[in-house]
C-alpha cells in the first residue's frame, strides 16, 4: 500500500462540506489523513462521509464559525475520535459578490461588514484560539484558504478584499506567534467553481459563485490571467495545502501564501499572457 504525504494525521476543516474545503477534505483522506468537517449544514457534511471510502476515518460537526463553542467541540471531538490534532484548515467564507462601496447604503454596509468581517476574519481566528493547543501537542500547522482579494483588487467588493487583506494579515501574526511548535500559512486560491455564497444581510445567501460559471461555460477560457487554461475545478488546487500540512514536505515553511491563481501577478498590461503567439 502507497504511504500519503499525511498518513495517520487527524484534521480539522472548517466549511469541508462543500467546494474546497471539500476537495481538500477528499485530497487529505487520499493522503491517509483522517477529516473533522465543520460546517452548517449536517446533508453536506454527511455527503463527504458518503462519498469516502474509508468514512470511519471522517468525522462531522455541524456548527457556525462564529461560535467558539461549536468550534471548542469540533476539537475536542476530533482528539477523542482520532488521537489528536495535527492540522487545521480555517478555510469557510462568503463572498460580497464584488458589490462596490457606491451601491452600498450606510446600513447595508454596517451590517454586511459585521457579518462578512465576523465569518471571514473572526471565524479564521476563532478556529485558531479554538484549535492551538492541540497543535502545540503535535507540532502541527493551520493552512488558511486565502484568495487572490489578499494581494489584488476585485476579486471581491470593498467588503471581501478587506477581509481577505485581513486574514493574509492574520496568517502572518500567527505565524510569528505559534513558533516555533505550529506553523501557518495559507493557499491563496483563484476563481473556482464552488459554492460560495453571499452574505444575509445583502440577500445573497442562496446565490452561488457557480452560477457564473455556468453563464460563461466550460470551455470558455479565463481570458485576463496568463494561465488561460487554468482549472477552476477545486480539486485541482488541493495539492498546496496537502504540502503545507506535511510536516516532512514543508517543516521549514511558516508564514507563507501559495498562489494558486493562474498567475495574476505577472499579468501583463497590453495582453494578460506574454507568450499566446508562442
Ligand atoms: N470560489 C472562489 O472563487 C474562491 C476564490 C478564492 C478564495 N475562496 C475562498 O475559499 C473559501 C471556501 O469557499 P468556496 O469557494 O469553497 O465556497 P463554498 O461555499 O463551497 O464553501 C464555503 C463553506 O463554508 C461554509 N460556511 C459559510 N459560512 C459559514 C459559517 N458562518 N459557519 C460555518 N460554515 C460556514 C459554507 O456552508 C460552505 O460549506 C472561502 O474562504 C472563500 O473566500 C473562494
Not at 183 to 196: F, P
Request: hydrophobic share 40%; aromatic share 6%.
Amino acid at each position: 500500500m502507497s504511504v500519503g504525504w499525511m498518513d495517520g494525521y487527524s484534521t480539522l476543516i472548517t466549511g469541508g462540506g462543500t467546494g474546497i474545503g471539500r476537495a481538500v477534505a477528499e485530497r487529505f483522506l487520499a493522503e491517509g489523513a483522517s477529516v473533522t468537517v465543520f460546517g452548517r449544514r449536517q446533508e453536506q457534511l454527511d455527503e463527504v462521509v458518503n462519498a469516502a471510502a474509508q468514512p470511519e476515518r471522517v468525522h462531522t460537526v455541524v456548527g457556525d464559525v462564529r461560535d467558539s463553542d461549536r468550534l471548542h467541540t469540533a476539537v475536542t471531538e476530533t482528539v477523542e475520535r482520532f488521537g489528536k490534532l495535527d492540522t487545521l484548515v480555517a478555510n469557510a467564507g462568503v463572498w460580497d459578490y464584488q458589490r462596490p462601496l457606491t451601491r452600498l447604503a450606510a446600513k447595508e454596509l454596517d451590517a454586511t461588514f459585521n457579518e462578512l468581517f465576523s465569518i471571514n476574519v473572526k471565524g479564521y481566528l476563532l478556529s485558531a484560539e479554538a484549535a492551538w493547543q492541540e497543535l502545540v501537542k503535535t507540532r502541527g500547522s493551520i493552512v488558511m484558504t486565502l484568495s487572490n482579494a489578499s494581494f489584488y483588487v476585485n476579486g471581491g467588493g470593498p467588503l471581501y478584499t478587506a477581509s481577505k487583506h485581513a486574514c493574509l494579515g492574520l496568517m502572518k501574526e500567527l505565524a510569528y506567534e505559534l513558533a516555533p511548535k505550529v506553523r501557518v500559512n495559507g493557499v491563496a486560491c483563484g476563481g473556482m467553481n464552488t459554492d460560495l455564497r453571499g452574505p444575509e444581510s445583502l440577500d445573497l445567501a442562496e446565490r452561488s459563485i457557480s452560477a457564473s460559471f455556468a453563464k460563461k461555460g466550460p470551455a470558455t477560457p479565463p481570458p485576463l490571467i496568463p494561465l488561460h487554461d487554468s482549472s477552476t475545478d477545486p480539486r485541482d488546487f488541493t495539492a498546496s495545502y496537502v504540502l503545507l500540512a506535511a510536516r516532512d514536505q514543508s517543516g521549514p515553511i511558516t508564514g507563507q501564501a501559495i498562489s494558486v491563481d493562474g498567475g495574476i501577478g505577472v499579468r501583463g498590461f497590453a495582453r494578460a499572457a506574454g507568450g499566446d503567439d508562442l
